[in-house]
Structure formats: structure tokens, C-alpha cells
């Protein structure tokens, strides 16, 4: 019986590639080779599935050089770097991994709040540069967490984990905005209140962004929204990268016209804005929100049993988009 062809195109759990290797011809990327779109498209062009990661971009003009492809699996929430609308016209099914990452990831979203709100990385900077001299009674005197008002901007399954942490844990108000309402049973369970966009922005004390990134939400925070927020307010993106404009944010930081800003993606990552880089009060990671072992294997199995099922005909645990 001849296996199907999957290519994983950057490294992986070794169990999990192996796991896989017994239900196809696997290409597997160990050596996590940064291909350009060209090699992509070299390499998948025989082959019918796909482990990808949000790096790799799934087009039209991929799509038509790798015809015998039918399904992409994302190890990733976000899916962003597929295009739907064209991988539906394919006839290709594309999977993300929703739900094992929430609650790792709301984790990641409150430690930044606290770590921007809190100074952290601006404390380790100067301990280490030897600048600590002495106690003093403003030294880094930061914001209040607790109590406080927190804002959040896009309210699905992460966004109502974070709701759930600020208003059980550490008694906030919670206001937020989204596409669509909660039902009063979700609002009632994360003590959250619904305000238009532009009450958001003026009244929290804490903004955390955690929408998806498309065509709309692109620059959803630039000057004119950093202008309506608070001199005082913490802005935070565990997102994606273009939802924030980083140019604006860092100018609207270096004039602490909020206070400061704590930022896991970045437009165009893994390159940064160069004045972020420059400014002290950010707190910069890597694109780590969902980065704990078990949870990254998670999500490693399930976009591996997404291609399992696709291809033992079961179809896909978790689609994002419906073919034929
Ligand atoms: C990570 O950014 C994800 O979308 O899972």
C-alpha cells in the first residue's frame, strides 16, 4: 500500500514526526531550514498534505504549483498565513489547533500585563548594568494591577481566559469588545462588560489584544487609538503582529503617551521595528504565548491527527474552512 506524501516544514516533537511516519511518506525539516516560498513550493509540490507552521504562507500562487496538495494542517491558532478563500477554491483543507493552547496562552498574556504594568524588564536591565545603587521610594514605580480596569480587545476562547484571571484573581473591571457579544452566561463567567471600541481604549488601564489578524483588524491600533488611551495605560499584543502599528506604538512610547507596552508579535517578526528595540518601557518576546512543552506537543498532535483523520476519510478535527 503506498502511503500518502506530507512534508513538515520545520522541525518537530521527534515522537511526533515518528508518529506520523507510520501513516505516511514523511519529508521532515529537523535541521528546521528556513525555506524561502520557492523551496516550499519545490517540496510540496508532490505531496499531498502539510504540517506548517504560521510562517509559511498557503496562496493562490503556491496552491497552483502543488496540485496534488489537499490538506494543510497549521500548528497554530492563528491561520493567518493561509488564505482561505483561495485554498476553499483548491479544494484544500486547511486545520488550525484551537482550544489546547487557551489557557497556556491567557497565562503568557497576564505574566506580559504584569511584566509591562510592573517594569520587570526594565528592572532586570538596570540590576544588570550594575545601576542599582539604592532603595528609593519612585524607583520604577510602575502601575496598580489589581483593581485596576482591564480592556480587551477581541473576546474568544484566550481573550476570555485572560478576562477570567483579571476579574477572579485579582478582583479587575472588566470591559471588552469584539465582533460580537458574549451570551450573558460567558459575560457573567468572566465578570465582563461589553463598551464600544472607543470606550475601550478610553477606559482601560491595561489593553490586551487578542484578535485574529485580517484585512480589518490590520493597524487596528495606530496613532489615532493610541491617542484616545490613557498617558498611564499598558498596552499589551500576544495577537499578531500588524494588528498593532509598531511604528506608532513606538513613538507614542518614547513620548509616554501611554505608559508602556509589552509585545509577543511584531509586523514583519522575526525582524523588529528598530525605535522598539530603543525605547525602555517595552517588555519584547518572542512569539512564545503558547511556548510550554506540553503544550506545544499538544498542538503538535492535534495538527497531526488533523492529517491522520483528513486522510483516513474521518475529516478534520478541527477545520477552518469547508470543501466540496
Ligand atoms: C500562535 O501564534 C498561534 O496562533 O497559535
Redesign the pocket.
Known sequence: MTLPRILITRALFPEVVDHLSQHFEVEANQADALWSPAELAERLQDKEGALTT?TQRIDAALLAACPQLKVVA??????NNFDVAAMTAAGVQGT??PDV?TET?ADFGFALLMATARRMAEGERLLRAGQWTQWRYDLLAGAEVHGSTLGILGMGRIGQGIARRGAHGFGMQVIYHNRSRLDPAAEAECRAQYVSKEELLRQADHLVLVLPYTAESHHAIGAAELAQMKPTATLVN???GGIVDDAALAQALRERRIAAAGL??FEGEPQVHPDLLTVPNVVLTP?I??ATIPTRRA?ADLAADNLIAFFDGRGALTPVNRIG
Open positions: 504560521g497549521n500548528m497554530a491558532v492563528g491561520y488550525n489547533t493552547l496562552t500576544i495577537a499578531r509577543d508579535v512569539h504565548a503558547s498542538m
